[in-house]
């Protein structure tokens, strides 16, 4: 499905709602490099792919963004109304976390709805390389 709406629509979601779909796009690409890394069966990359779609590692990757400086000046403005949003979080993480978390899906759910594939591919690519050495450990267990 090709969707490409303008900033201007894609800002008219609330943020859980982008969250709700950046969750979605981050998660696919998550799986396609765990499944294109190595052919394991199902349940080792199932544990694979939560060990990096998990809030904590997603806070994370929210947090190098940051310090590498690497958003837009509209990107950083979508990735706080996603983590600025009111969440409960869920026993494993801390409201901080999943708040970060929130706002890098929240993010990813907006560059999709504005068709922004490459930009998607350049951060989901800094994400990826955050704790790689770590995911080729894993690999080999």
Known sequence: MDIEMTRHEANQYSPLSLAFLGDAVYEQLVRTKILLAADMPSHKLHRLAVSRVCAEYQSECAA????????????????????NTKVNAP???TIAE???ATGLECLFGYLYLTAQHERIDVLFGLCWEHGEDEFKEKIKE
């Open 98 to 100: 999943y708040r970060n």
């Open 91 to 93: 026993k494993h993480s």
């Open 64 to 83: 190098l963004l940051q310090e590498q400086g690497v958003l837009t000046e509209n990107e950083a403005e979508v990735f706080k109304r996603g983590r």
